[in-house]
C-alpha cells in the first residue's frame, strides 16, 4: 500500500483543480505508483501469486482507464502520457 505522504504527493502532482481525487488524471497517476511497487515487490518474492494476479488487474484497469482518456480528451491523455512514461 502507498504511504499517505506519497499517495498525496502522486495526487498533487497530476490533480486538475485543488480538491480532485478522482479524475482519470489522478486514478491512472495512483495505479502507476502501485504498480511500480508491487512490480518491485515481485522481483523479490516470485511465487507471490496472489500478489501478481492484483498487479494484473491494476494493470488492465490503468489500460482501461488511459484508453478512455485518450478517445474522450487527446490533449489530457498525451499530458499525462508525458508525465508518467507511459
Keep these: 500500500m502507498l504511504k499517505k505522504l506519497l499517495k498525496n504527493k502522486v495526487i498533487s502532482k497530476s490533480q486538475t483543480h485543488e480538491k480532485d ?3 482519470p488524471e489522478v486514478q491512472i497517476s ?3 505508483s502501485r504498480i511500480i511497487e508491487l512490480s ?3 522481483k523479490d518474492h516470485k511465487k507471490d501469486f496472489s500478489s501478481r494476479r492484483g498487479l494484473l488487474k491494476m494493470v488492465i484497469q ?3 482507464l488511459s484508453n478512455w482518456l ?3 480528451s487527446p490533449k489530457r491523455y498525451t499530458k499525462l502520457a508525458k508525465t508518467l512514461g507511459l
Excluded: Q
Design 70 to 72: 485518450k478517445a474522450n
Design 40 to 42: 518491485t515487490h515481485l
Design 21 to 23: 481525487t478522482g479524475s
Design 30 to 32: 495512483l495505479l502507476t
Design 62 to 64: 490503468r489500460k482501461r
